[in-house]
Structure formats: C-alpha cells, structure tokens
C-alpha cells in the first residue's frame, strides 16, 4: 500500500509538470507570441478582469472539489450534487457580472471592459460542466490523461489566437485564448470520462460536503481577494501600461511560484488524505513533499531572478523591459507561496478547514499594508512590502503545521536551509553574467547552462540530498515510460 502510494505520486509529479510543460507550456508561448504583437496596454485591459473572474470561479468552486478529493468513499448522488450546484452558481454569477459591467467599466475608466467581461464571464458556465470530470480524474491520481487533455486544449487555443492578432483583433485575441482553451478542455473532458450526470441531486450530501467546504470556500474567496487586489490597485491608481508590466511580471513569476506549488498540492492532497489517521505516514509523507517542493522552487525563483533582464528582452521584446524590477522583487515574494501551499496541504488533509480559514484572515489582514504602499507611495514600495508580509504569513503557516503533525517551525526551517543557501549561491554566480556586454539571447542561455551546471555539480558532488535524487531517478523513469 505504502509503496502503491509512493508510486502513485511519483508519476503524479510527474505528469503533473508534464501537463504544466505541454498545457501551460504551450499557453505561454502563446503569451509570448500575443506579447510580440500586442501593446502593453491590451494586457493591461485584460489583468482588470482578473479579480472578478477569479473570484467567481471561487464562488462555482465552493471547496467542493477538495471535499470531494478528500472523501474516502464518493456515491452517485456527491458528484450529481456537486455538478448541478457548480452549473447553477456559474449561471447566477454571469448574470451578475453581466449586469455589472458597465459599473466595473466606470471604475477604471474603459469603455472596452463592458464587451470583454461580458463574452470572457461566459468562461464560468463553460468550465463548471468539467469540474466533476477533473475531481474524479484528481481522485485517481490520473494526471496523464489531464496533461494530454491540457496540451490539445492549450494548443488550439493557442493557433486560434495567434490567427485573430495576426489578423489585427487586437485585445480580442487575449479573449479568445481564454474562451478556446476552456471549451476544447470541457469537451474533452466529458470524453473521457465515463461519468454522465444522473438526477441524484442530494441535500444531504451538498450539506455535508459543505459543512466542510464552506470554510474552505471563504479561505478561496479571501485568497483570491489577497492575490488580485494588487492588479485591481494598479488598474485604478496608474495606468493600464502600468498593469499590464505588472501582471506580465506577475504571470512569468506564477510559471515558477505558482505551477510548482499547485502541481505539489494536487498531487499530494490526495495522497496526505489516504494517510489522514496515521500521524508518523503523515509526517514522513509531508516532509518528504515539502523538501521537493522547497528544491524545485528554490532552484527556479533564485534562478529566474539572476535571469530576469536577458529573459523578458529575449522572450517578450524590448517593450517589456521596464517589467524586470517588477519580476525581480515578485521572485523574493514569490518564494514563499510554494511554501504556504505545502502548508495548507497537509492542514486540509487533516480536515482543519477552520485552520485553513483563520491563515486566510490573517494573510488578508496583512494584505493591507501593500495595498496602502501601493495607493500612497509607488509600485515598488508595494511589492518590498509584500515580500515582508509573505515571510511573517509562512512563518505563520509553519506554527500551524506543526500543531497539526510533529514538524516543528524549526525542523521546517532547518529542511529549507541547505536548498536556500545552494540556490542562492547560484543565483549570485548568475547574476554576474550580466556584467557582460551580450546580445540578450545569447546571455540567457549561458547563463541559464551555467546555473544548470552549477546546481547539478553542488548535488552530484558536495551536497547529498535524497529529494534530488528522487527527482533524478523518477525523471529518468517519466522520460523512459514518455517514450512507450
């Protein structure tokens, strides 16, 4: 059983960055694509959106795919339940965002918003028909068939796209991309999977499996608040060029921070729940989870950060260079969101969805001091603060981990400790690169062949870590069973 289990997320893993390099992978290239013919402001137009959508996505959600996940044993009538509840919400909240359009319009002062937020809402009915599909694959652990499924998506939404801006659609293009990617992923998902929804609609069920996703619905919702408020400032203090190098900051940032952390958390929540009564499994497990993701995060935010100039040049173009300060300070930030989410992991696992919604008020409260930096000072001063009140907020996650499993903030920190001194040390040696007068694209890749060698030499030679090679040895299995 343990071993099954080990194998199960070690494929996970696997498949789960797979389906970050052939789904998000392909998605971001078409950003960089759209970057190129796109202006900055068209971006920025779009970033204005994302606090609404985002949180009406929440909203459909309800936690009801972790109270699923979480469930030892799932009847007919929880997914019915769930699927019937997500397509009601959608609906509801489109209406909702329908008509408040041209309020949201007014707020920042753009015309365009109305049409957008009007055909890109409708992105909230087309992904709750999926959501149920999703949850059982997720129970599975079965996150091949969701990489492939995220690669066909993302690659026809990524043509469809490409095709209107080239054709001179402008900021349409943006919601295409959007709109494309979540219908083919909807419908493909209904095609694999055997499940059909009944009539089984159950009060019984929506109240039990709220009972613990109601906790975990506000936490989502507050999150979600703490994590967009920032672009919402942005859009309304300073100008949509402002946002969009913003979000464009944000977005490469997320490709390290976020990407890592989810595909950690989707993996390893379902496997912390199969182990939720035994406390030791639950430490070995968790510990062996958080070192892996303090290694791969590490390795890749220090390492976008001494990289950070040569590759939005080199990537995005010349346009895009006043967004390297914003990436830079992002990366020290973004350091600890992998983090937190390994923390909150194994604190839903345990079923504390009330811890989980206590860390939430706590990081929303702390939430306010980069909102009035960004308000009363500059961008900037917004994002130093963020990244002291990230540092305070994981601290804090950590106490909590360690009232729930016998893993102290101490032993934690310690775990961390050898990867951040590795990571920093080859972010430094990096960094000197860009004293070198070089054409921006050859830059990124000595640098990035340099940072490579350095980290595999440290791990190979000096510094014997176990998750490394674990990593090693599940890649070399991922790429052997890739090929049959």
Not at 393 to 405: Q, T
Request: hydrophobic fraction near 55%; include cysteine.
């Amino acid at each position: 059983m343990a071993e099954d289990l080990k194998s199960k997320a070690a494929k996970g893993v696997g498949w789960g960055f797979a389906e970050n390099i052939l789904g998000s992978g392909i998605f971001g290239v078409a950003n960089i694509i759209l970057a190129h013919i796109l202006s900055v402001e068209d971006f920025g137009i779009i970033g204005m959106t994302a606090i609404f959508l985002t949180l009406s996505n929440s909203l459909v959600d309800s936690g009801f795919a972790n109270a699923l996940t979480r469930k030892k044993e799932v009847s007919p009538k929880d997914l019915d339940t769930v699927f019937y509840f997500n397509l009601g919400v959608s609906t509801l909240l489109y209406l909702i965002l329908y008509l408040a359009a041209p309020l949201i319009s007014g707020f920042f002062g753009q015309d365009i918003l109305v049409s957008v937020i009007r055909i890109l809402s409708l992105s909230l009915i087309i992904n709750a028909f999926g959501i149920v599909q999703k949850i059982i694959l997720y129970r599975r652990i079965d996150f091949r068939t969701q990489a492939w499924i995220s690669f066909v998506s993302s690659l026809t939404a990524a043509v469809a796209s490409i095709v209107c801006a080239v054709r001179g659609m402008g900021l349409w293009s943006l919601v295409i991309l959007q709109l494309v990617r979540m219908t083919v992923s909807s419908i493909l998902l209904w095609c694999v999977s055997k499940w059909r929804p009944g009539l089984g609609f159950s009060t019984g069920s929506f109240k039990e499996m709220f009972s613990f996703g109601s906790r975990l619905l506000v936490t989502s919702v507050m999150s979600t608040v703490w994590a967009e408020i920032y672009s919402l400032i942005i859009g309304k203090v300073y100008t949509p060029s402002t946002l969009g190098l913003y979000s464009r900051a944000e977005k490469v940032k997320a490709m390290f921070t976020t990407n890592i952390g989810m595909v950690m958390q989707r993996v390893c929540y379902p496997v912390l729940s199969k182990v939720q009564d035994e406390t030791q499994r639950q430490v070995q497990v968790y510990r062996k989870v958080f070192k892996t993701t303090v290694l791969l995060s590490f390795t890749a935010i220090f390492g976008l950060w001494a990289v950070a100039e040569p590759f939005m040049v080199t990537v995005f173009g010349q346009q895009w260079l006043p967004a390297v300060g914003y990436l830079r300070l992002l990366c020290f930030s973004g350091l600890f969101l992998p983090l937190m989410l390994s923390c909150v992991n194994v604190i839903n696992a345990d079923g504390r969805s009330d811890i989980t919604l206590i860390l939430e008020i706590v990081k929303t409260c702390l939430g306010v001091i980069p909102v009035l930096f960004g308000i009363f000072m500059s961008v900037e001063a917004m994002l130093w603060s963020m990244i002291f009140t990230s540092a305070i907020l994981y601290i804090v996650h950590a106490w909590y981990v360690s009232r729930i499993i016998p893993y102290s903030v101490g032993k934690q920190l310690a775990d961390i400790f050898p990867t951040f001194l590795i990571s920093l040390f080859m972010a430094l040696i990096v960094n000197l690169f860009n004293l070198i007068n070089l054409p921006p694209w050859l830059l990124l890749i000595i640098q990035v062949s340099m940072g490579a060698l350095i980290v595999i030499v440290i791990y190979e030679l000096l510094y014997k870590s176990d998750e490394y090679r674990d990593i090693r040895t599940e890649l070399q299995k991922f790429c052997i069973s890739a090929k049959k």
